[in-house]
C-alpha cells in the first residue's frame, strides 16, 4: 500500500482549471518577457519569498525512497507539497494548492503535455457549476501574467485521454498551502519555471488523497 509516509522522506518535517488551444500566439521575446516579471530580482529558491509563503514552502531538496522512479511526481494533498524524484535518492519539493471540496481528485495520471505561458478557457462544466464566476471567460483568456495557468502548464492523462487536471503556475500565489481551485495542483509560478524543463512527457504523476486515505487511486 503506497502512502504519503511510504513515498517520501522529508529532511524536515484563480482558477485552476483546463487548457484550450492557446488564444494567443506568444513569441519567444513576450514570454522572456514575462518570466522576467514572475521571476523576482536575485531569485533564490530557498530564501525569496516575497509572496508572504510559510518558509516550508519554498523549493528544498529533500531525501528520497529509493524506490520511487526518478523523473516521477507525487502530490502530497495533506502537506501540500510536489515532490519531483531525482536520480540518487533525492526529491525537489515545492508548495501547492489543491482544489477544494470534492473537486481534488486522488488518481494516478500520465503527464503526456507541457505548455509554456498557455491560455485558458472553462470547461463546459465549470460554466454550468459556476456561471457567475466563469461566464465572463467563455470565450478563454489569453496567456500573461493574469492567466489563470500562469506560466507553466503541465497536462495530467488517464491513457489517452485528457482528465482537464494540471499541475500550473498561479497569478495567485498567496492561495499556496490552501484548497482553492476547481481541480488543479497550483505553484507559484517562479517555482514551477524550475520544475518544468526538468519533468519530461511519459512521467508519471500521483495524486494522493488529502482526506483520511493516503493512497492514490486510479
Known amino acids: 500500500m503506497l502512502t504519503r509516509r511510504h ?8 482558477f485552476s482549471v483546463p487548457l484550450a488551444t492557446p488564444l494567443l500566439a506568444a513569441t519567444r521575446a513576450q514570454k522572456d518577457a514575462w518570466d522576467a516579471q514572475v521571476t523576482p530580482p536575485n531569485f533564490d529558491p530557498a530564501t525569496t519569498n516575497p509572496w508572504g509563503l510559510h518558509p516550508r514552502f519554498l523549493p528544498q531538496r529533500v ?3 529509493d524506490s520511487l522512479k526518478p523523473g516521477d ?17 533525492t526529491a525537489m519539493r515545492y508548495g501547492v494548492a489543491i482544489a477544494r471540496g470534492n473537486l481534488y481528485e486522488p488518481g494516478t495520471y500520465t503527464i503526456k503535455r507541457k505548455v509554456q505561458w498557455p491560455g485558458w478557457t472553462p470547461t463546459q462544466n ?3 457549476r ?9 470565450d ?6 493574469e492567466n489563470p ?23 495567485e500565489p498567496e492561495s499556496i498551502g490552501g484548497r482553492v481551485s476547481s481541480g488543479c495542483v497550483r505553484m507559484v509560478m517562479a517555482h ?27
Open 7 to 14: 513515498f517520501i522522506q522529508t529532511t524536515t518535517a484563480l
Open 63 to 65: 531525501a528520497a525512497k
Open 73 to 89: 511526481v507525487h502530490v502530497d494533498a495533506v502537506a501540500r507539497y510536489v515532490y519531483h524524484i531525482e536520480e540518487g535518492g
Open 126 to 128: 465549470m460554466l454550468n
Open 130 to 138: 459556476d456561471p457567475d464566476l466563469y461566464g465572463e471567460f467563455a
Open 140 to 145: 478563454g483568456v489569453d496567456p500573461g501574467p
Open 149 to 171: 495557468l500562469g506560466s507553466r502548464a503541465l497536462y495530467l492523462y488517464v491513457g489517452n485521454r485528457d482528465t482537464y487536471l494540471r499541475i500550473h503556475g498561479t497569478p
Open 192 to 218: 514551477i519555471n524550475m520544475l518544468y524543463p526538468n519533468v519530461k512527457t511519459g512521467s508519471t504523476a500521483y495524486l494522493y488523497s488529502a482526506e483520511d486515505s493516503l493512497v492514490p487511486r486510479s
